[in-house]
């Protein structure tokens, strides 16, 4: 009589297959969430900066000076931060769900609408409008996905989400620029074509958002009732710092104010870059192509220094430490683009200065939500990103009056500097105010 071979295998440990369920929760949301708000993302940044591509030739078209069009760049956060509070507490009632799909939607429309600009007043109306319709998106995206993962995945999970900012210059860059060449195309010009065609895909994605995504992790059907155990597990076994859940006890602390100061310094630098980059490297003498495919190196440099930067983070939880560095480095950077009149040497220092950015970015919005839930996290958030991205509205602004003022883009490449460097300092006080790295 033969018996059964014995396996030698050992059965995983209750510990071992616990974090096997965990491990593939985290992984399955990861797929079903990250692609598509990321491709969102990256919508959402081609209709705030292509307007850079389009001041090659709109400009001209309808009369606009480099202050004008420096301010209606800019004025899309006026709107932006005058709505962002209200919409992420609209967004926290009515589920994230549904509000993030109505935010994509109607900014679609709203983008596609600046093809219709016929001055001044009107571009800066439509702007504006934009502005509007977008606020609430960013910190929307960041409290849905402080809902879903744990804090120890989350500098990952956003450095993911926010590629969508460098992706959006990798593509938007080269599609812009070839979208230009279709001048006189129906009767359209270029630019026109470029708002339209770059507008509408944010409809389209906003749709599936509407159809694709939960609110909580408790409605998602694409995990085993298992994984789905472990992750609501997981999320409340999260420590936090003295959680507040109240709107107004998260306005009157210290820390939020603190942080929307910070994240205004390197947002003027980060939208002052990113606005004003096609018409820096036009400077140059090039052509309108040559000039989109290199817009793109700061932002390819960026994606490969953002994913390694926000690693580390996790690896070692030095989010303090790490943001200070970020935005030092984004400083010196600027500073030595503009110390040699080369293009070469210019755009190295550019290019490090959008990935530090990047990276503070990632690494920034991890450390509001250990202190802050429910409609704390989404009114505290909104607020923080608020004021902190009027910072976007300043750059584009600042750089404009100072070209216009000089005749040169140092100026305005010192100044956004100078603000990082105080972003810098801001950010080695938190070491005061927050109890533990």
Known sequence: M????????????PAEHKEALRQSAIRKNAWRM?????????FNYIDRTSVGFAAFTMNQDIGLTATQFGWGAGILFAGYCLFEVPSNLALYKFGARRWLARIMITWGLAA????????PVSFYFLRFLLGVAEAGFFPGVTYLLACWF???YRTRVLALFMMGVPLSSVIGGPLSAYLLQMQGWLGLHGWQWMFLLEGLPAVFIGLVVLAWLRDDPKDAHWLSPDERRELLEMLAEEPRERPKKALFSALKDGRVLLLATIQFGFILGSYGIGIWLPLILKNHGLSTMSVGYLSTIPYIVSIIGMTVWARVVDVTGRK??????????????LFASTAWNDLALELLGISIAVMAVSSARAIFWTIPTRFLTGMAAAGGLAFINSIGTFGGFVGPTLVGALKDATGSFSAGIWAMAGMLCLSALLSASLWLFMKKE
């Open 112 to 119: 596609a609408a600046a093809a219709f600009v016929q001055g």
């Open 34 to 42: 990250l692609p598509l708000l990321t491709l969102a993302f990256v």
């Open 150 to 152: 744990p804090a120890q």
């Open 2 to 13: 033969y018996s059964e071979p014995i396996s030698t295998a050992a059965a995983p440990s």
């Open 320 to 333: 303090i430490l790490n943001l200070m560095l970020c935005c030092i480095l984004g400083a010196v950077a």
